[in-house]
Nanobody, 115 residues
């Protein structure tokens, strides 16, 4: 079983930045595609960004140019640097790990952006 623990959420003003972290257990972190998803009240969970084991990144159009996903395989950790935050970025952010047919989720961290 893989355990994912997110941290770094909070309340910020429009235009400010936050960095989310997701610490992952397990010995094969480097093989996982790691992703950040978010779910706002009344909406479906959506992909924000992901990064493959080879370092290829993918972003949703809504965050492209503002958010950056990165990983540190030596620390089994994936990060999401969020800049120029907007009220519409308010959501619970979930960390996700995928490898072959296996998919794991963290418990989520709340990000609230005030206008």
């Amino acid at each position: 079983q893989v355990r994912l623990v997110e941290s770094g959420g909070g309340l910020v003003q429009t235009g400010k930045s936050l960095r989310l972290s997701c610490a992952t257990s397990g010995r094969i972190f480097r093989l996982y595609t790691m992703g950040w998803y978010r779910q706002a009240p009344g909406k479906q969970r959506e992909l924000v960004a992901n990064i493959t084991s080879g370092g290829t990144t993918n972003y949703s159009d809504s965050v492209k140019g503002r958010f950056t996903i990165s990983r540190d395989n030596s620390k089994n950790t994936v990060y999401l640097q969020m800049s120029s935050l907007k009220p519409e970025d308010t959501a619970v952010y979930y960390c996700n790990a995928q490898w072959t047919v296996y998919k794991y989720w963290g418990q989520g961290t709340q990000v609230t952006v005030s206008s």
